[in-house]
């Protein structure tokens, strides 16, 4: 199991996130934290300076990846196979809030995050006036947690098992070890199988795609951050495919967002390039 302390210095990334979602109107500008703020303001010039030369930028990799999230995450709502919504390291990010204000009682999300960060969270959907119901609520988490009410079983066990059900991990796979992320996937396919549909989705960077010189300095950065690695633990994408079947998924592939720029706006930037969105899926229970 990954150091906790390591989990916590995670969180920060969360703020920036939140930034994000909030100056590209995904979210209510009251998920957008004063750290949150200033971190983005810090790092606006650089992301200025990539974006004049036509490189890539933070924003357009963290929108492509939430836009490809979202059309998959519709998709499988109005398709009728997902139901309910667990998102591990939710952190600020506005995805519940957009869909239970869309969805309403016709889904159940549950956000999880770290204690602290869902305490957050909790605050934050009060101040917009978004109240806890039994159809979107905020819960405790530590995604590495093997046992207990805040263990992914734990929160899977307070939902429907007869309803088809998603996982959703946004920012948080990169940050751990190949054997956590390994373990967490196995965790992941043996819990969705007790449903009668079962989808991941999840974003991840691989080293293949990652290898230039600027990207390579981010990741340092971005190291240095979070007080922590960061992990690229697949050369290609068809060797995280493989683990993800290995760990229980019945299909797994990695999309590139920049194959869906025809599509959605975002993925047209750069770094588009730069990440894949993971759709796994467990076999339908008969
Ligand atoms: C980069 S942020 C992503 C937040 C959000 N998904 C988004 O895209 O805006 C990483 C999140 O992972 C959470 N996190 C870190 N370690 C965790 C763990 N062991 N279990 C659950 N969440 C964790 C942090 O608290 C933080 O909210």
Not at 56 to 75: F, K, N, S
Not at 109 to 133: F, H, Q, S
Not at 210 to 239: D, K, P, T, Y
Request: aromatic share 6%.
């Amino acid at each position: 199991m990954p150091d906790t302390r390591h989990s916590a210095a995670v969180s920060p990334t969360a703020l920036y996130t939140g930034a994000v979602w909030a100056k590209h109107r995904l979210s209510h500008p009251a998920f957008a934290t004063i750290e949150g703020r200033l971190l983005y303001a810090a790092g606006a010039p650089a992301m200025m300076l990539s974006r004049r030369f036509g490189g890539p930028t933070l924003d357009g990799l963290l929108l492509a990846r939430h836009e490809v999230i979202d059309e998959q995450l519709h998709a499988a709502i109005k398709a009728g196979t997902v139901s309910q919504i667990i998102e591990i390291a939710a952190g600020l990010s506005p995805r519940g809030w957009r869909y239970a204000r869309r969805y309403g009682d016709r889904i159940r999300y549950v956000e999880a995050d770290l204690p602290a960060m869902a305490a957050r969270k909790r605050a934050l959907l009060a101040r917009v006036g978004c109240a806890e119901t039994a159809n979107h609520r905020v819960a405790d988490i530590d995604a590495f947690a093997l046992t207990g009410p805040a263990s992914l079983d734990g929160i899977a066990a307070s939902l429907d098992p007869e309803r088809g059900t998603a996982i959703i991990t946004e920012g948080l796979i990169n940050y751990f070890p190949l054997d956590a992320v390994n373990g967490l996937w196995r965790r992941m396919a043996t819990t969705l199988q007790r449903f009668p549909n079962g989808l991941y989705l999840s974003d991840l960077h691989i080293a293949g795609e990652n290898r230039n010189l600027a990207v390579q300095a981010f990741v340092r950065l971005l190291s240095g951050f979070v007080r922590g690695r960061v992990h690229l633990h697949f050369g290609a994408a068809a060797e995280a495919e493989s683990a993800l079947t290995s760990a229980g998924f019945a299909t797994a592939t990695l999309i590139s967002p920049a194959d869906c720029a025809d599509r959605l706006r975002a993925c047209r930037d750069p770094a588009a390039r730069l990440v894949r969105v993971i759709r796994a899926s467990t076999a339908a229970r008969v």
